[in-house]
């Protein structure tokens, strides 16, 4: 049967979706993977010239081995152990060929033991969660046999600077 522009269309669109799922499984295995320092994990998903870029005054990696690796650092196994926590919001993707560019939020919580203890009906009691900081990601992946990969990451804190802006900035530039 000879392929149509319409069959093709459809598979275009297929190939799209597929894409998305596998790009938002990738980007939400991230905080399941920080908070666990599933450092293995972290190394196949990366490429190996992959860049972990965490803004001024952080330090970051290059290459998919040094950015495993940071989470056996024993700054971040500490972190672990005080129950730190990575949630993320739903990224929007920009899907050019085989790099697709991604933009999202993540916070960053941890338990709060100096606040007074609090009860919620049905749910026990807590002393809550801080969070300790907000930031705007972007990412660069790329398509490769194994499937998509990280080859770089960006992050900057919302506070107000200008990097979170223009991180944020990007996903909307096709708008213009």
Avoid: C
Avoid at 124 to 130: A, H, K, L, V, Y
């Amino acid at each position: 049967m000879a392929e149509t522009a319409k069959t093709r269309a459809l598979e275009d669109r297929l190939r799209d979706i597929e894409d998305r799922l596998e790009i938002y499984n990738l980007i939400a295995s991230h905080p399941p993977s920080a908070d666990t320092g599933a450092d293995y994990y972290t190394r196949a998903v990366y490429t190996e010239d992959g860049v972990f870029d965490r803004g001024a005054g952080l330090d970051g990696a290059v290459g998919h081995e040094a950015i495993g690796a940071f989470t056996l650092t024993p700054a971040h196994q500490e972190a672990i152990a005080g129950g730190i926590a990575h949630l993320s919001a739903l990224p929007y993707i920009e899907l050019d060929g085989d790099t697709a560019f991604v933009t999202s939020y993540l916070q960053i919580l941890h338990p709060d033991r100096e606040a007074e203890p609090r009860e919620l009906p049905n749910h026990g009691t807590t002393n809550g969660f801080r969070v300790h900081r907000v930031v705007a990601n972007r990412w660069t992946l790329v398509r490769t046999i194994e499937g998509w990969r990280i080859k770089s990451r960006h992050m900057e804190p919302i506070d107000g600077s200008q990097g979170a802006r223009d991180i944020l900035s990007q996903a909307l530039a096709s708008y213009r």
